[in-house]
T-cell receptor
Framework: NAGVTQTPKFRVLKTGQSMTLLCAQD?????MYWYRQDPGMGLRLIHY???????AKGEVPDGYNVSRLKKQNFLLGLESAAPSQTSVYFC??????????????FGPGTRLTVL | LAKTTQPISMDSYEGQEVNITCSHN???????ITWYQQFPSQGPRFIIQ???TKVTNEVASLFIPADRKSSTLSLPRVSLSDTAVYYC?????????????FGKGTKLSVKP
């Protein structure tokens, strides 16, 4: 099993450009998440999904859109990139419910730089 | 939202026991407490999770007092490979995934 994979690993954008980050998981998890990680800020939840066709906002959703058309994929889009979106983006997935089933499995991250 | 507070950094030596405390004063009744470990250039990885009292697995112990307003991750006999950032996460029960709040993490440095 590949677990959680993210594409691309690195990307440099110019201000105003758009792009889509792809997250894929092969563990049949219902829940998927997108986080951003900035120095000194820890991980902050951008958007999440509790199932195919559903998405919801997290702590810092502005400037991002997401889609979950297939259970195994969760896409994060930046319509008009800004320098403030320079960050490392992590995708995660988990089973629903409480207790041990809530363990999140993280991908390797995507390092995005917006010039 | 159950905001968490952790020390920014801690230093230790190989073979010592390390205890990292996380404060979460606004924890909800249904919230679980989960700890993750993150190495540079990698995604976080699950260490341990608990609801109350004490939980132990092969790598760590988690102590949660009766009021659940804090929790302590205990790493026995640390080695150089335990140098990492440790995050405390509160929430995530059922549909409350949007309330998942990671702390800013504690950078643990283990010295020889």
């Amino acid at each position: 099993n590949a677990g959680v994979t993210q594409t691309p690993k690195f990307r440099v954008l110019k201000t105003g450009q758009s792009m889509t980050l792809l997250c894929a998981q092969d563990m049949n998890h219902e829940y998927m998440y997108w986080y951003r990680q900035d120095p000194g800020m820890g991980l902050r939840l951008i958007h999440y999904s509790v199932g195919e066709g559903t998405t919801a906002k997290g702590e810092v959703p502005d400037g991002y859109n997401v889609s979950r058309l297939k259970k195994q994929n969760f896409l994060l889009g930046l319509e008009s990139a800004a320098p403030s979106q320079t960050s490392v983006y992590f995708c995660a997935s988990s089973y629903p419910g409480q207790g041990p089933n809530n363990e999140q499995f993280f991908g390797p991250g995507t390092r995005l730089t917006v010039l | 939202l159950a905001k968490t507070t952790q020390p920014i950094s801690m230093d230790s030596y190989e073979g010592q026991e390390v205890n990292i405390t996380c404060s979460h004063n606004n924890i909800a009744t249904n919230d679980y407490i989960t700890w993750y470990q993150q190495f540079p250039s990698q995604g976080p990885r699950f260490i341990i999770q608990g609801y109350k009292t004490k939980v132990t697995n092969e790598v760590a112990s988690l102590f949660i007092p009766a009021d659940r307003k804090s929790s302590t991750l205990s790493l026995p006999r640390v080695s150089l490979s335990d140098t990492a950032v440790y995050y405390c996460l509160v929430g995530g029960y059922g549909g409350s995934q949007g309330n998942l709040i990671f702390g800013k993490g504690t950078k643990l440095s283990v010295k020889p």
